[in-house]
């Protein structure tokens, strides 16, 4: 398979760190094309703007959709973002490793969406959900929390980990037409024994061994 890791942390040696390098290393060891986006080493802009663009659509008003739609025709987006974009209709399954913060992306990940889902390329008004762009292609979120894994369930501190996810595997992905495999979750690994986060990573060495075979689940609507 050909494999998309986009990852972002800002600490290398942190337990993401030690998932995206588990990743990359199972994956590519198992015989699969790997490419990766490390966000951070990028020092990735989150902020869209005119710079997402080499055409010009309206020079007196900013319109982002407006703007991508005619980069879309005129293979007018800039470089950093024509990268990504072509990473994205290459892979054939992709993993988002990130810690979970405020109950969502980090910016600097949510900016990435932001600037690289650009409508006429990833989505169009045709071509969304069940129709969309990326239909055939899988997405596996890779993820840490802060709190514990008792929180994040219906009834807990925090709340449904699968309704908390929804906005990203729902509005993100299913979106643009990924099926969704289940999350890898690692709850509170700063609150564990160096021995459990080896069990963690383990355990999820052995479940990419087996990526190809997994189905994707239904995540719900809005």
Excluded at 46 to 71: C, G, H, L, W
Excluded at 87 to 96: A, F, H, T, V
Excluded at 172 to 182: E, K
Aim: negative net charge; proline residues 5%; contains cysteine.
């Amino acid at each position: 398979m050909k494999i998309f890791v986009v990852y972002w942390h800002p600490e290398p040696q942190s337990f993401n760190g030690a998932m995206f390098r588990t990743a990359c290393e199972t994956l590519v060891g198992a015989g699969h094309e790997v490419k990766i986006s490390n966000l951070y080493e990028m020092r990735l802009d989150p902020v869209s703007s005119r710079k997402n663009f080499t055409t010009v659509k309206d020079p007196n008003y900013f319109k982002q959709q407006i703007e991508e739609m005619y980069a879309t025709e005129r293979h007018g987006f800039a470089a950093e973002i024509e990268s990504e974009m072509e990473k994205l209709e290459w892979c054939d399954l992709m993993i988002w490793q990130f810690p979970l913060w405020w109950f969502g992306l980090p910016a600097v990940f949510k900016g990435w969406v932001d600037r690289v889902f650009a409508m006429g390329r990833i989505y169009n008004f045709e071509n969304i959900y069940e129709t969309g762009v990326f239909r055939g292609k899988r997405a596996l979120l890779s993820l840490t929390t802060g709190g514990p894994e008792d929180a994040y369930r219906k009834g807990g501190f925090n709340g449904d980990i699968t309704a908390i996810l929804r906005p990203i595997q729902r509005g993100m992905l299913q979106f643009v037409g990924f099926d969704v495999l289940a999350p890898q979750i690692v709850y509170a690994p700063v609150r564990m024994t160096e021995e459990e986060r080896k069990q963690h990573l383990a355990d999820y060495a052995r479940r990419l061994g087996e990526i190809a075979r997994e189905t994707p689940i239904d995540v719900g609507s809005f």
